[in-house]
């Protein structure tokens, strides 16, 4: 006999209907994001051939989705030649929607991802070495403000590691140095946070308000392991040589401590930010450089389609937090992000 009061069908055929609906619900969802994707790539790149070659995808099917895009939205979205594809008024109105929506999308994945991974209300972010106490105390503050919920795993890593952690999907988001290598990447703005000259308090150029870095000419230089950030180590040591300071050596050292300890027991000097410097330090001296040639060039980082709340609200607040606690400002427009070809100065 069957155990239990049967359930009256009415009810058993409500719940099977629910369930088909909300699968019907989602594959509608996934088929527009996939009709809205055909359209950007054809709208961003003028060609059928060349937007399926960038979807993966042939060219018939490609154009049988636009067709059924412009069916379904009632609007023509690109005029067609033999020779070329024009987006229309109303498919350029509707573009700038479709990328919203895109953006949107790619947050939500990013969210199941992490969740998938077993990593559901946790973010693993990064910070670089040379951010002062007060930038990672105000970080943590405004994360915890904007994504309460949210674990924020946080670390101390140099560019180089924290690009490696991001390809290999062991990072989520961090705060990198330029130029680097930024393919396959979204980028905060990019912020100059200006450096200036530590040198030992009875060194000539102590006694300057400005210092030119050709009067640091006959000085070792103390700087971070090339290995940490390649392409600002070589951009740094390259500009120095164009404004006149060749080191007579490079020492490398990260360490506050250790950095003090080489700067008093060798002629050396060492570059850094006025936030980072102690003011109380008897022994040493900070100094702006003449016409501000040096700077350390920020923003956060992560991968394309990697974007959701708690990736961006971390991204928020890390240029928050070097807005409040350290002279920086939006970077200048001829600033590159990318790698040089090859440096010009190597030591």
Known sequence: MP????????????RYRSR???????FLVVDLIRHLQCFVAVAEESHFGRAAQRLGMAQPPLSQRI????????????????????????GTLLLDEARQLLARSEALMATARRIQDGHSGLLRAALSPDITGEMVAATLAGFQER??????????????EQLARLASHDLDVGLIHHPCDVSGLELGPVLRHELGVLLPHAAPAARLETV?????????????????????????????????????????????SFTRGLLLSCRAVAFGPRDAYDARDPDL????LSGAPLAWRHSAAWLKGRGDAAVRAFADTVTDALGRTAAVGPDLPSGPTHL???????I
């Open 67 to 90: 067709q059924r895009l412009e069916r379904e939205l009632g609007v023509r979205l690109f005029e067609r030649s033999s020779r070329r594809v024009t987006i229309t008024k109303g």
């Open 3 to 14: 155990r239990g009061k049967p359930q009256p069908q009415h009810d058993v055929q409500d």
């Open 285 to 288: 001296t900070w100094r702006p």
């Open 212 to 256: 030119p870095l050709s009067a640091l000419s006959g000085y070792e230089l103390i700087l971070f392991p090339r290995a940490h950030a390649p392409a600002v180590h070589d951009d740094l040591l390259t500009t120095c040589a164009r404004h006149g300071y060749t080191p007579a050596a490079v020492r490398h050292g990260h360490g506050s």
């Open 147 to 160: 994504q309460g919920g949210v674990e924020l795993e946080l670390h101390e890593l140099p560019t180089a």
């Open 20 to 26: 088909i609906d909300q699968s019907t619900i989602w």
């Open 340 to 346: 040089r070809p090859a440096a010009e100065y190597w």
